[in-house]
């Protein structure tokens, strides 16, 4: 019998704030967005409740930029990329990265260091008249990716140069923008140092005056080192070299020790395009659940950092074994992004003239961040609770639901993770909630673990197909959904309380949701749109995505389709959504509806016709 950890959650409690500091992915290049394959992984990436995931860190955005001469530049390419992520309700986490037909060549050039700043401020003005003001404050502007490895544009001195001249270029435009880096891999590289060095105390290239605006300093450390073999990933080391840093800014630039931090490439192990089994397994789940509570207790809680984003970078198009959201059945070549690249416009145009047929099946690493969606912002410390989740595996994090004076419910993700790839057992959660209300509640479990929420597990039992036909694909759909349970209960007596009991497997993660009936049905979603898509077996895909109306509990969506729009409408999805995106293989007449736990069931969006 497997051990029982019980863990007892009182909505009474005092809560805290909880912020959402994983709502970040990224990839390369950033010609990626202008071709059929990232716009369906935005739908599903921008379709994670309650904005799960908002932002998208991409390489090589600004190679998207063409240019004639200094200061002639044609940015319709951008213009579309950045257009398809703010559709699929995803704000960028722009990297000024790239260079305009490559004009650029060395920032100790004060002239070309002047014309990046006009670029820069052209740019800035562009988009704040494209997208409006209060939309561009809500972005973040970072430098060069990982510049102790990849800046090639005059050292430490022209990547100085270069900061002052984004910074310039922002300022002008809007004084709310932000701007921060380095964004370096390596631990405390001397580019890291010189660049904190300049920000503090160093001379302004274009105003002369000292020291140069910072608004966050960003880091990348990540579980394992590069390498072909399944490296076990240490999650704790990703918490001690960070530190390393926070420390690093805390001795030399007390100024600065207050400024929101990031990991932006916050990954277990590195190498995207390194094939790894796990990257498909549940496994990858409970990993990322368990590295985003250890930054919650070891560096919010523990070190007062003020952690503003972790970014999983594992938003690239890939195959099963690739560090994605999503795994890819198509023809398509997948190369390394990074060490590869050089943007092709002309080879670019020609894959958007001619894109390949291809499928996508969602991955535990996205359903996980669906599960952590339904956290809210307040959440119930469990220090008390006898948790040892980084000796042991099992972790929890609770957060109540309802306004502050009245709570109607709590939403408890679950996890049980170990830094050891094929290490398997079993266990057993007992949640204790207490100070309920009376009333009717719901109580929904989420789960992915092995034969749960988990597509790669029919892949392989289905022979491993490289081009799956229509009936595979639709088996490995029906299982990418987290299995959901769901009982009603009737609470009786003041500061009741009630008993769960979840089995938690290694690995695995739960969601746990307990509501109260109240209130109305959800309101109904909005502004459906359909993109189709070439999909396998000569069939074409209709991907449709919506924007959920706002809810205090749980909401599922449902996908009515009808041959005519004027006979019986049917629900053609076979289990409930959490995200607001289906795929389905036929055209048609197509609505959305919401339900809650308690199934009252919202309005019907307008209809459309794909």
């Known amino acids: 019998m497997p051990d029982t950890t019980r863990i007892r959650v009182d909505l009474t409690a005092p809560t805290q704030a909880f912020r959402r500091f994983w709502r970040s992915t990224g990839f390369s290049p950033g010609e990626l967005l202008l071709e059929p394959e990232m716009a369906q992984t935005l739908a599903y990436v921008g379709g994670v409740p309650n904005r799960g995931i908002e932002y998208m860190r991409v390489h090589y955005m600004l190679d998207l930029v063409t240019a004639t001469e200094f200061g002639k530049y044609d940015f319709s390419r951008l213009d579309a990329a950045l257009d398809i992520m703010l559709e699929h309700r995803i704000r960028p986490f722009l990297e000024l990265m790239g260079n305009p037909s490559y004009i650029y060549t060395d920032f100790n050039d004060v002239k070309q260091a002047h014309h990046w700043r006009d670029f820069i401020t052209e740019l800035a003005q562009r988009y704040q008249a494209r997208y409006g003001a209060e939309e561009l404050r809500q972005w973040y502007f970072e430098t060069w990716n990982e510049p102790d490895i990849w800046w090639r544009l005059g050292g430490e001195t022209g990547f100085n140069n270069y900061y002052d001249a ?26 890291f140092k010189s660049f904190l060095a300049h920000c503090d105390t160093g001379t302004n290239l274009f105003t002369g005056e000292k020291g140069v605006r910072l608004d966050f300093i960003s880091v990348h450390e990540k579980g394992a080192k590069k390498h ?23 001795e030399h630039h007390p100024r600065f020790a207050g400024l929101p931090f990031i990991n932006n490439e916050c990954d277990p192990q590195i190498g995207w395009h390194l094939y790894h089994t796990w990257h498909a397994m549940p496994y990858f789940a409970g990993l990322a659940a368990k590295i985003i509570d250890q930054h919650q207790r070891l560096m919010v809680d523990a070190e007062d950092v003020d952690y503003d984003i972790l970014s999983n970078d ?64 307040q959440r119930i410390r469990l220090d008390d609770q ?66 749960k929420g988990d597509p790669f597990t029919i892949w392989e039992d289905l022979g491993a197909p490289d081009l799956p036909d229509a009936a595979e694909l639709e088996a490995m759909r029906l ?125 019907e969006s307008a209809a459309i016709e794909a």
């Open 479 to 603: 299982a990418q959904e987290p299995a959901l349970s769901v009982e009603h209960l009737q609470i009786g007596g003041a500061q009741a309380s009630h008993t769960a009991s979840i089995d938690m497997p290694l690995p695995s993660v739960a969601l746990v949701a307990l509501i109260r009936r109240e209130g109305e049905a959800p309101e109904a979603p909005s502004k459906l749109k359909a993109r189709r898509f070439g999909g396998l077996n000569g069939r074409g895909n209709i991907v449709l995505f919506w924007e959920p109306a706002a809810h205090g509990g749980v909401q599922l969506f449902d996908v009515l389709w009808s041959a005519n729009g004027s006979g019986a409408w049917e629900v053609i999805n076979p289990v409930g959504l959490l995200s607001s995106v289906y795929l389905h293989p036929a055209g048609g007449h197509f609505k959305v509806r919401a339900r809650d736990l308690f199934g009252r069931v919202s309005a």
């Open 386 to 451: 006898g948790l040892d989740p980084d000796r042991v595996g099992l972790g929890a994090i609770a957060t109540v639901l309802g306004g502050s004076d009245e709570r109607s419910g709590a939403s408890v993700l679950l996890y049980n993770s170990v830094d050891r790839i094929w290490q398997s057992g079993e266990g057993k959660v007992e949640l204790d909630f207490a100070g309920l209300q009376p009333g009717a509640y719901a109580l929904a479990t989420f789960k992915i673990a092995h034969g």
């Open 166 to 191: 984004c910074s310039e270029a922002l300022k002008a435009v809007d004084p709310q923008l932000k701007l921060g880096g380095p964004g370096v891999a390596r631990r405390i590289p001397p580019i």
């Open 228 to 250: 072909a073999e399944d490296l076990t990933p240490n999650s704790l080391s990703i918490i001690r070299h960070e530190m390393m840093a926070v420390d690093y800014v805390r």
């Open 314 to 377: 594992n938003g690239f198009v890939g195959h099963w074994g690739h560090r994605t959201h999503l795994t890819y059945f198509g023809k398509r070549p997948v190369k390394a992004a990074q060490a590869e690249h050089k943007t092709d416009i002309g080879a670019l145009d020609a894959r958007r003239a001619a894109p390949e047929p291809f499928e996508l099946v969602k991955k535990p690493a996205l359903s996980v961040m669906e599960l952590f969606g339904l956290l809210s912002e």
